[in-house]
């Protein structure tokens, strides 16, 4: 293993995990990688705040700056909660997830596995009917949560991958039928979801 290799290793080992991208940077290790190889900024880690700076300076054995709160800033820990009475099943949140926190099917409700959201906030946004709230989780994140969510992603990385390689591989043309029916379920599931909002108005 290189010199570059094992400080990617170590600063990685510093970082909370939970590849909420706050960093700009896609995840943790990418940000090892670049704090490693291009020096990047030590102080854009909102999840691991002041003491996580401190250990990556103490890593690269240069002073602490102050966390860079335009990133964001630290706040306890939250998990992912999905009102399952409004999920219309568009799968939009699971592909969003990181670390594969989120179980369900096309056309099914979906339901987030607590001990497994690392609180990264990346699926609320893509939801479409705002059924998905960040909730306080009641306790703290722990060495072995970011353990989970580095193995965890390492896993979802790997899957992308493998699915990026099948979409390589030549395949029948769209049915337009299909296509046409599944646009057609979902505008129907968007206006039931919009309908039920409505109704729930005071
Ligand atoms: S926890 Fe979020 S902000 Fe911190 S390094 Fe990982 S992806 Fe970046
Ligand atoms: S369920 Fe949502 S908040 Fe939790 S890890 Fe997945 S994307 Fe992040
Ligand atoms: S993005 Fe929202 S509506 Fe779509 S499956 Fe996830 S929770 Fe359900």
Do not use: F
Not at 157 to 182: F, G, H, I, M, N
């Amino acid at each position: 293993m290189t010199a570059v290799a094992l400080l990617i290793d170590r600063l990685d080992a510093r970082l909370p995990q939970t590849q909420c991208r706050q960093c700009g940077y896609d995840g943790c290790r990418p940000y090892a990688a670049a704090m490693a190889e291009d020096g990047a900024p030590i102080d854009r880690c909102p999840p691991g705040g002041q003491a996580g700076v401190q250990a990556l300076a103490d890593v690269l054995d240069v002073p602490a700056p102050p966390l860079d709160l335009s990133r964001g800033r630290p706040v306890p820990l939250q998990v992912a909660v999905i009102d399952e009475a409004h999920c219309i099943g568009c799968t939009l949140c699971i592909q969003a997830c990181p670390v594969d926190a989120i179980v369900g099917a096309n056309k099914r409700m979906h339901t987030i596995l607590p001990d497994v959201c690392t609180g990264c906030d990346l699926c609320v946004a893509p939801c479409p009917v705002d059924c998905i709230s960040m909730v306080p989780a009641g306790r703290a994140w722990t060495a072995d949560d970011a353990a989970l969510g580095r193995q965890r992603h390492r896993a979802y990385l790997t899957r992308q991958q493998r699915a990026r390689a099948a979409a390589d591989v030549p395949v029948a043309p769209a049915d337009d039928e299909a296509v046409d029916k599944k646009r057609a379920a979902i505008a129907q599931a968007l206006a039931q979801a919009r309908a039920r909002r409505e109704q729930r108005r005071p």
